[in-house]
């Protein structure tokens, strides 16, 4: 688990995203995501598909 986290944050900084923004966000809407559409939440897509 932690490993992931560890690449999470990795990936945001790739990215150039706030991973405290990015990790708030996910924890926010992964209950109400549909399984499909998970990989909108990873952090390279991300700011593609947040809410405005």
């Known amino acids: 688990m ?3 986290m560890y690449s999470f944050m990795a990936s945001c900084k790739k990215n150039k995203i706030n991973e405290f923004d990015w ?3 996910v924890f926010e ?3 109400s995501h549909k399984q499909k559409d998970l990989y909108q939440l990873l952090p390279s897509n991300w700011q593609e598909y947040r809410p405005k």
């Open 2 to 4: 932690t490993a992931a």
């Open 23 to 25: 990790l708030k966000d």
């Open 29 to 31: 809407r992964i209950q």
